[in-house]
C-alpha cells in the first residue's frame, strides 16, 4: 500500500513538471511573436543640398514614434526609412520632411 501511494506521488510530481516546462515554451513563444516587423519606405526628398540638410531630415525623423532608422542622401534625392509596420504612414513622414523645410515628391 506504502508504495502505490509512492508511486501516485511520483506521477503527481511528474505532471507538475510537465505542466510548468509547457508553460514556459508557451512564455518564450508569445516572446518572439511580440517581434516588430520593420517596413521600409523610399521617398523622393529635394532642397538637401549638403551632409547638414541629411541631418536634419534624420533628427526630424527620427521625432517619430515608430522610426526606427533613417538614411538620407542629398545626392540622390532620396530618403529611405525603416518604420514600425502600420505605427507610422507615409503621409506622417511626408508631412514632417515638409515641416522641416524639404520637398516629398509625389
Ligand atoms: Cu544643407
Known amino acids: 500500500m506504502k508504495r502505490f501511494f509512492i508511486i501516485i506521488f511520483a506521477l503527481a510530481l511528474f505532471t507538475a513538471c510537465q505542466s510548468n516546462t509547457k508553460k514556459a515554451e508557451s512564455e518564450s513563444k508569445a516572446e518572439t511573436t511580440q517581434v ?19 541631418n536634419t ?6 521625432q517619430i514614434d ?3 532608422e533613417v538614411q538620407a542622401s542629398h545626392k540622390n534625392s532620396k530618403v529611405t526609412i525603416k518604420v514600425e509596420k502600420d505605427k507610422v504612414s507615409r503621409e506622417e513622414i511626408a508631412q514632417q ?9 509625389k
Not at 57 to 62: P, R, W
Open 36 to 54: 516588430v516587423e520593420l517596413q521600409e519606405l523610399e521617398l523622393t526628398v529635394t532642397g538637401m543640398t549638403c551632409s547638414g540638410c541629411e
Open 97 to 105: 520632411i515638409e515641416t522641416i523645410g524639404y520637398n516629398v515628391e
Open 66 to 68: 515608430g522610426v526606427v
Open 57 to 62: 531630415v534624420k533628427n526630424g525623423l527620427k
